[in-house]
């Protein structure tokens, strides 16, 4: 009896060709999405801005609670904005805007309300436009408008202006 000895050989198909392309083509999506996510917000180098704000139309009991070193949040999420570092002017009382029965507007006050403006330390970052984003995702500018609270207190703050300190 004689044996025959075959060498078998290996073959290279298609479906060899299209598994080991899905297997570069999947490494190279990671590596891109991980350059991707870094690039945007995770390696982006945060500065510091002071954001001059104003707190209006609030209780006058509501002073003790807007202090150095209270931070605010924003959204059910509560994320936070930033941390209170300078109490400004106490507005004492509010003054409101009202329309008289000519459609004049003049100005008045609401007794037992009062209007802060404070100033608040944020991080963020800046855009290539030159917009600046708090925590990297937030827009904040001249005249935005935030639904703030601290835990104590809640109320809508305006930003007045916005200033890049390092």
């Known amino acids: 009896?004689?044996?025959?000895?075959?060498?078998?050989?290996t073959r290279f198909g298609i479906v060899d060709l299209i598994i080991i392309?899905?297997?570069?083509?999947?490494?190279?999506?990671?590596?891109?999405?991980?350059?991707?996510?870094?690039?945007?917000?995770l390696g982006a180098n945060m500065e510091t801005y002071e954001i001059e704000f104003i707190i209006g139309d609030i209780q006058e009991a509501s002073q003790d609670f807007l202090t150095v070193g209270e931070k605010f949040h924003v959204d059910s999420a509560s994320i936070e904005i930033g941390v209170i570092t300078e109490?400004?002017?106490?507005?004492?009382?509010?003054?409101?805007?009202?329309?008289?029965?000519?459609g004049n507007i003049i100005k008045?006050?609401?007794?037992?309300?009062?209007?802060?403006?404070?100033?608040?330390?944020?991080?963020?970052?800046?855009?290539?436009?030159?917009s600046h984003m708090i925590n990297?995702?937030?827009?904040?500018?001249?005249?935005?408008?935030?639904?703030?609270?601290?835990?104590?207190?809640?109320?809508?703050?305006?930003?007045?202006k916005v200033t890049k300190t390092g």
């Open 87 to 102: 109490i400004l002017d106490i507005r004492n009382p509010a003054p409101i805007y009202v329309t008289d029965r000519n």
């Open 1 to 9: 009896m004689i044996k025959d000895n075959k060498t078998k050989k």
């Open 108 to 130: 008045s006050e609401s007794p037992g309300r009062i209007e802060i403006i404070g100033v608040m330390e944020s991080s963020g970052r800046t855009t290539k436009d030159g």
């Open 21 to 41: 392309l899905f297997v570069i083509l999947a490494a190279a999506g990671i590596l891109m999405r991980l350059n991707l996510a870094e690039e945007i917000t």
């Open 136 to 160: 990297g995702n937030i827009f904040v500018a001249a005249n935005k408008e935030f639904f703030v609270h601290t835990g104590k207190i809640e109320g809508m703050i305006r930003v007045l």
